[in-house]
């Protein structure tokens, strides 16, 4: 199977971005969630330090999943 994406450049221009760019923004939303990880796990924080980034990753993961986005697929 094949999918091909046609855009109409220059009128069609920030789409035509957002397609090509889409591995980039999947990678930051990665590279974000594993350095929020990576605190929570090994950053010696406080409970309530703990507590924000526990949030801040969940919120992430609602605002993913809501986009339909996910990690692992």
């Known amino acids: 199977m094949k999918a ?3 855009f109409n450049l ?9 397609a090509v760019k889409s591995l980039e ?3 930051s939303l990665w590279d974000i969630d594993q350095y929020l990880r990576e605190r929570m796990k ?3 924080l406080k ?3 703990y507590e924000v980034y526990e949030e801040v ?4 993961y609602e ?3 809501h986009y339909n986005v996910r990690f692992n697929s």
């Open 63 to 65: 605002i993913m999943d």
């Open 10 to 18: 220059p009128e069609d221009r920030e789409e035509h971005l957002m």
């Open 25 to 27: 923004l999947h990678l």
């Open 42 to 44: 090994y950053g010696n």
């Open 4 to 6: 091909t994406l046609e």
């Open 47 to 49: 409970q309530d330090k």
């Open 57 to 60: 990753r969940n919120q992430l």
